[in-house]
Structure formats: structure tokens, C-alpha cells
């Protein structure tokens, strides 16, 4: 089956600095990407959306200055938080999908967890 | 506007029996109706869809969901529960037919006991 592969698991860092999460797709090629957080016991909140090539398309309420997302080529989208507080700590997890995306599901990362010290 | 609803937070079942975790939707238009798996730290499982054709959709480690239109309903069912199947399931249906984008419910605890 599709294989996405996030990385760093887990990060532990101090405030104000930035931190970078890849997010590939092993053995298809996403040509979309979904970047998501995860609040304890709580469902996904969609963060943005990013298509090869393109500037990916925020939620409301994400500021995109915030986080950065780059989806620069078929297999590989990052999400970068930038100078992180301890607020932004939680469980980000991306997902990716190929063509023909509607009818297909998505294929989910393990997640990376967040703490900001 | 897409939406979709579960009713339980929590769903306790012995090991053997049969589950069922429930899902509702809102939808205009036809729905593409997914179900999900998480394990504690890990991302989402993908365990079923339904698109079109038959009502009772077969998937992964087996189970089973039961669309039913007049319901707006797309129930989780397992005939005989395993402790392993203990984890959060989320429903969640297509907001959009082009970008792919999924709007998932608010999860369910399944907890099976020995």
C-alpha cells in the first residue's frame, strides 16, 4: 500500500526556535499534500492544503507567515514552524494523496510531536 | 456544508462481541465516506471508503460499514471485537470534489476488554 513517511517523530526544542517537518510519499507521487494538528483527544484540524508547484491554500485562522509550507516536488512537502512558543506545541501529521484524488484516500504520516520548552 | 457527526465519544465492548461505532453525515451531492484508525502517537489508518456501489463496504483487518442513504448513516462494525482493535476511529466524508480535502468527525474511543 501507499507509504508516507514523516519526519522528525518527535522534537523537544527550546522557544523562538524555527523547526522543519518533511512529510514524503514513498511510492506514489502526491500531487497533493493536507499538513494537520492534533489536539489531545481531539480530531484532526486541517492546516492547509498544498499542491506541487503552487502555494499551498491555508485555513482559516492559520497564519501562514507562521507556518511555512513548501511542496516542492511529487514526493515531499515540509511544514516549517517558525520561531515557535510553546503554544504551537502539539501533533502535527501530514497526509498525501495522488491523482484522482477525490474518490481516494488519503495516506497519513505518523505524526510529529511538537514541544516547545 | 459538509459535516459529518459521532454520536459517541466512547464505545466499550467485550472481547468476541460485535461492535459498532457510529457515523452520521451531511452532504450535498453524493458522499465519499471514509473510515480511519489511530493508534496512541501514530497517524491515521486507513480502514475503508464507500464511493458507490454496494451499501455494505468491506475493509481492512475486518471490518465492515453500512452506508445507508435514508440514514445519512455510514456505521463502523466489526462481528467479533479483538482487545488490538482498542484505538481512536474517525469517520470523515470529501468536502470538495476537487482538492481531495476531508472533513473528519470528532473520534471514537473503542476500548475492548478481555
Known amino acids: 500500500g501507499a507509504v508516507v513517511s514523516q519526519h522528525p517523530s518527535r522534537v523537544i526544542c527550546k522557544s523562538g526556535t524555527s523547526v522543519k517537518i518533511e512529510c514524503r510519499s514513498l511510492d506514489f507521487q502526491a500531487t497533493t499534500m493536507f499538513w494537520y494538528r492534533q489536539f489531545p483527544k481531539q480530531s484532526l484540524m486541517l492546516m492547509a492544503t498544498s499542491n506541487e508547484g503552487s502555494k499551498a491554500t491555508y485555513e482559516q485562522g492559520v497564519e501562514k507567515d507562521k507556518f511555512l509550507i513548501n511542496h516542492a516536488s511529487l514526493t515531499l512537502s515540509t511544514l516549517t514552524v517558525t520561531s515557535a512558543h510553546p503554544e504551537d506545541s502539539s501533533f502535527y501529521i501530514c497526509s498525501a494523496s495522488g491523482q484522482n484524488r477525490g474518490n481516494q484516500p488519503q495516506h497519513f504520516g505518523d505524526g510529529t510531536r511538537l514541544s516547545i520548552l | 456544508a459538509q459535516s459529518v457527526a459521532q454520536p459517541e465519544d466512547q464505545v466499550n465492548v467485550a472481547e468476541g462481541n460485535p461492535l459498532t461505532v457510529k457515523c452520521t453525515y451531511s452532504?450535498?451531492?453524493?458522499?465519499?465516506l471514509f473510515w480511519y484508525v489511530q493508534y496512541p502517537n501514530r497517524g491515521l489508518q486507513f480502514l475503508l471508503k464507500?464511493?458507490?456501489?454496494?451499501?455494505l463496504v468491506k475493509g481492512s483487518y475486518g471490518f465492515e460499514a453500512e452506508f445507508n442513504k435514508s440514514q445519512t448513516s455510514f456505521h463502523l462494525k466489526k462481528p467479533s471485537a479483538l482487545v488490538s482493535d482498542s484505538a481512536l476511529y474517525f469517520c470523515a466524508v470529501r468536502a470538495s470534489s476537487n482538492t481531495g480535502k476531508l472533513i473528519f468527525g470528532q473520534g471514537t474511543t473503542l476500548q475492548v476488554k478481555p
Open positions: 452532504v450535498s451531492g453524493n458522499p465519499y
Open positions: 464507500y464511493i458507490t456501489g454496494d451499501n
